[in-house]
């Protein structure tokens, strides 16, 4: 018996109505709203969507807590503790979103002890619904998902992103990585607009590698648990393990293409998660 599974059951229906809000929402007129830059931007949607989210999981267990992206802009802590905690980003890829381009997700993860234990990624416009259980696989529309096989990054596709920094040295950091990658060289460089997307994309064996440095718990913490459960492993960008809070990640197939792929990435570190 999964003492998890009544959780994770709801996170996928509540992720199904959250992606008809977002779906509605996309047709029309829609206030943007900034954050930590100009180019960080949230809607009322974002907001609706979070509040949807924790109201209905409150109601059905009330002792468990939240990490929210709008709740933590709010001013709400970004604390992990040991217990069961949903991580929730209401719509990953929002700047897709205020655009019209179809990559747009609700990320739902939930750890317990710190460890993550399921992760629910519903990209809205494509009608997607991807899970992934600990120790139980994770799939796509029901469908088993499996990371590729390629062991050689000259013959791989490589996710990323520009994120929402554009401080020039850090721009310059991202191009030099972007650059250095693009020439080892690659099949292609390819971003989705949405970390939990690219992630997903990773576990489907559509792209070999996704890293980026500036991303947030809630953009990683649902489709964490799908990679590593399609066969594939989290790192940082240095090449250490994987740090839920530290703003890093790199998502590979295989461990031989992410050794390869942190030689050429420029490491910075922006404040984490936990120390906003
Ligand atoms: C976004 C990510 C995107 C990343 C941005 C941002 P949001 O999440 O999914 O890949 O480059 O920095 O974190 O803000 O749309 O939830």
Redesign the pocket.
């Known amino acids: 018996m999964d003492p998890w599974q009544d959780a994770m059951d709801h996170a996928v229906a509540v992720a199904r109505r959250a992606g008809t809000l977002v779906r509605d929402a996309v047709q029309k007129d829609m206030k943007v709203m900034l954050k930590s830059s100009s180019v960080d931007l949230v809607t009322q949607t974002d907001q609706k969507v979070e509040n949807l989210i924790i109201q209905s999981v409150t109601e059905k267990f009330p002792t468990h807590c939240f990490i929210g992206?709008e709740s933590v802009a709010a001013g709400e802590a970004c604390l992990l503790t040991d217990q069961p905690t949903w991580i929730v980003?209401p719509?990953?890829?929002?700047?897709n979103f205020v655009h019209g381009y179809p990559f747009v997700a609700v990320s739902i993860g939930f750890t317990v002890n710190k460890q993550l234990e399921f992760g629910v990624v519903y990209s809205c416009l494509e009608d997607k619904m991807y899970t992934g259980r600990k120790g139980r696989g994770s799939f796509c529309n029901g469908l088993s998902l499996q990371v590729s096989s390629q062991k050689d990054i000259t013959q791989s596709m490589v996710a990323t992103?520009f994120?929402?920094n554009r401080d020039p040295e850090v721009v310059d950091k991202i191009f030099c990585s972007m650059r250095r990658i693009l020439c080892l060289p690659v099949h292609g460089m390819r971003g989705a607009?949405?970390?939990?997307l690219?992630m997903c994309h990773v576990a489907a064996g559509s792209v070999e590698v996704y890293y980026?440095t500036?991303?947030?718990c809630w953009?990683v913490a649902a489709a964490g648990v799908i990679v590593t459960e399609a066969g594939g492993l989290l790192m940082d960008v240095d090449g250490g393990p994987f740090d839920l809070m530290s703003r890093r990640v790199v998502a590979v197939n295989c461990q031989i293409i992410g050794d390869r792929v942190v030689k050429q990435i420029e490491c910075f570190s922006p404040q984490r998660d936990d120390e906003g």
Do not use: F, P, R, Y
């Open positions: 992206e980003d719509v990953d890829g929002t700047t992103e994120g929402s607009g949405s970390a939990a690219n980026e500036g991303i947030h953009d």
